[in-house]
């Protein structure tokens, strides 16, 4: 029951709510409720842009504007916005008599939902581990995973979901290495993550909800049992040497640690394999490019940034005005929420040529906002990015002849964006992959 009435305030109303409001054109609601905007982010982006740098929507503003999102993410003056926060008075005080105990992405303690100093103390741990140098050293480890998973691949030609079978394996294998995750508990790691994708969205279903509610819990009591076994029971993995940091001089709670151990290892595999699948796909419809790749293949890591520019994983972001402030002349007053649309800030056509072409020798492409900006850049956007380079271009060497097999179904999210699968004919495997 109280699942019900929790659902009901944060998705089954702002649900029929956004529906209505989406038939009178509001953005807000369309952003919710319309299927054309998930269908085609760019062309609703493209919409919003012409209306002026910042449209308002039912309760919030809206951003596509390259300079505004990029100086928003890094103001002082305005903070992510819990989910709960965003709502009415009169919700949020349901919200908090309907409280699950679970942690949620966007929930304290979440390292996203949280401003200075907490999110400094959350932050600061995982980089102490997560070192630069520590994310080069797992370049090898990155290529040697997806060769051995082309491998298997090599071993059945035919059609594949490459979505099942390579993007988001990769991912899930290379962090759970990291993080000292056994291998048999990676498929239900991914299934934890199937259902809790959405997680991010608003306005869910009530089986939406439930599947992300199973999901989220189905994490959270996994990761407190590895937590509790690693603390027993170290290894040479970053996540024991996060645990030990936080016992040593962070001093996180276990509901902090559970959170901030939780996103790492959720926003490790949950946006790298739409990068990957986004890739694959851009790739196969402009054969153009990959003779382009075969012939320089040093133009990958800027390919991965034009990949990154126009398909961007995670579409939006979301922050709240701590007091009022005037942007380009527009007064937005304190507690007010701004939608920071970074898939929309990436064809800026102010900041990129052609924006909506798909250029792999552009030369600013990495001035997209996909990872965001400010004090919440993703702390895994070197990952990232080698999964992307290392694991688009040891594909397509290794299967040059692939092309696409059917027209493949795009993930049920909207802050996420990606391919739930991609039905891939292989052709002919090439032994030799170059590093
Ligand atoms: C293509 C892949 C990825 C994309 C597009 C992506 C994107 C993002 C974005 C947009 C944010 C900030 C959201 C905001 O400002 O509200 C973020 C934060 C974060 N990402 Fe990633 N991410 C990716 C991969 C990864 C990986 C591989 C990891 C971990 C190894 C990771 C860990 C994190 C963490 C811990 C945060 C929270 C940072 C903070 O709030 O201070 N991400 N990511």
Known sequence: MKQRIRWLVMHGIVRLFAKRIARRGDPQGRLIADPAVRANPAAFTDELRAQGPMVKGAVVWLTVEHKICNDLLRSEDFHVLSMGSSLPKPMQWVMRHTETG?????????????????????????????????????????????????????????????VERYCSQLPVTVIGDILGVPDEARPRILEFGELGAPSLDIGLTWKQYRRVYLGIEGFNDWLSNHLHELRRNPGDDLMSQIIQASDDGARLNHEELLATAGLVLAAGFETTVNLLGNGIRMLLDAPEHLETLAARPELWPNAVEEIL?????????????????????????????????????????????????????????????????????????????????????????????????????????RVLRGWSSLPIALGTARTAVSS
């Open 309 to 413: 520019r126009l398909d961007s994983p995670v579409q939006l972001s979301a922050r709240t005005a701590t007091k009022d402030t005037e942007i380009e002349g527009t007064l937005v007053r304190r507690g007010e929420g701004v939608i920071v649309y970074l898939a929309g800030a990436n064809r800026d056509p102010k900041v990129f040529t052609d924006p909506h072409r798909f250029d792999i020798e552009r030369d600013n492409a990495g001035k997209h906002l996909s990872f965001s900006g400010g004090r919440h850049f993703c702390l895994g956007a070197a990952l990232a990015r080698a999964e992307g380079e290392v694991g688009l271009r040891t594909f397509f060497e290794r299967f040059p002849d692939a092309r696409l097999a059917g027209t493949g179904s795009r993930r049920d999210t």
């Open 102 to 162: 679970l942690l949620h992405p966007l929930e304290p303690p979440s390292m996203l939902s949280v401003e200075p100093p907490d999110h400094t103390r959350y932050r600061k741990l995982v980089s102490s581990v997560f070192t630069t140098r520590a994310v080069a050293a797992l370049r090898d480890r990155v290529e040697e995973t997806a060769v051995a998973l082309l491998d298997e691949l090599g071993d059945e030609p035919g059609t594949v979901d490459i």
